[in-house]
């Protein structure tokens, strides 16, 4: 499925190039004195003979050979637009491709395709990338839903309250638990994910390049630095919506009411995230790394970690705020 799609994207090229090549020839019939319209014309053929190889190149199933011809295609399209051609293909993209072709040979590492690898530390990532993006709030459901309010609800808390313990101990215990869950669900998914993509997919390479956007242009790291980086904000952001949970349960004293009220906080961050990173410094937005993949590949603004501070500092003030409700109970 991916090697067709990657066919059918080449042949739509080869066809669009095709149509530029027949303008080309059609404006010449019009005003056959036109060197630039010449010049483009001789280049568009070059654009379409750089295709043909990069086609065959890809059906013979070499690697190497397809990037290096890919990137020649893209080097001639670059000649072609810098003439006062247009063709089809983004600036953006063709300038992440083409460097990504390069880091790929550079590290002789073969190309994955982006969503559908099944190469072990691609594969990995993809799923790691969804977990960071729904799994964490699916884990947080799972794992938050009644860390609390289910001695509310029971009715056990006054007792438990009652006990000859200090509270902020209790507060402490929950949080172990919850944190110690949350990790070993993690490490279970990545285990897993590794067994399954081991048996059933391809070998791959953790030093596979993930092309990210700095502020002096396009940097890459390896698949396990993203990994790792993914890794360490989720967990912070795992600690940062229990804290908050913890202090909604003591609030609400009912499980519905404060998943609800958690639920619409994470949707209003969401909204008001775009407009706090334009006036705030990245340093002091504890909800900046809520989307990890986003967070990590675009660094033009801020970097990947400017925002743990401020959510660390965020959840010790929330749980500061917990243990005083607690002491009112």
Do not use: C
Request: net charge negative.
């Amino acid at each position: 499925m991916i090697i067709n799609e990657e066919e059918t994207e080449i042949e739509s090229t080869l066809q669009s190039t095709y149509q530029i090549i027949s303008g080309h020839r059609n404006q010449l019939q019009i005003t056959s004195d036109n060197d630039q319209e010449r010049e483009l014309l001789e280049v568009s053929i070059e654009i379409k003979d750089r295709l043909l190889d990069f086609r065959s190149a890809h059906r013979q199933d070499d690697w190497r050979a397809t990037l290096e011809s890919e990137n020649k295609f893209y080097e001639i399209v670059k000649d072609y637009e810098a003439q006062g051609g247009h063709f089809p293909i983004s600036d953006e993209e063709l300038t992440e491709s083409y460097a990504m072709n390069e880091e790929l040979l550079d590290r002789d590492i073969p190309k994955e395709h982006d969503s559908y690898s099944i190469a072990t530390p691609n594969y990995m990532m993809q799923v790691f990338n969804w977990l960071s993006t729904y799994g964490i709030f699916i884990l947080l459901l799972v794992f938050l839903g009644s860390i609390l309010t289910r001695e509310y609800e029971n009715r056990s808390a006054r007792l438990l309250f009652t006990q000859p313990i200090k509270r902020i101990n209790l507060i402490i215990s929950k949080m172990a638990v919850s944190f110690f869950v949350f990790l070993i669900s993690i490490v279970g998914i990545l285990l897993f994910t590794f067994v399954i993509s081991t048996f059933f997919g391809e070998e791959g390479s953790f030093n596979y390049p993930i092309l990210i956007h700095t502020s002096d242009g396009i940097a890459f790291i390896s698949i396990i630095s993203y990994l790792t980086k993914s890794l360490l904000l989720v967990t912070v952001a795992f600690i940062l919506f229990f804290s908050y949970y913890f202090l909604l349960s003591l609030l609400f004293k009912n499980t519905v009411m404060a998943m609800l009220a958690l639920l619409i906080s994470i949707i209003l961050v969401n909204l008001i995230n775009d407009i706090l990173l334009d006036y705030i410094s990245g340093w002091f937005n504890p909800f900046m790394n809520l989307f990890v993949h986003e967070a990590i590949v675009n660094q033009s603004t801020f970097l990947w970690y400017e925002g743990i501070f401020a959510a660390i500092l965020l959840s010790s003030i929330l749980i500061w705020l917990s243990k005083l409700l607690i002491k009112r109970q």
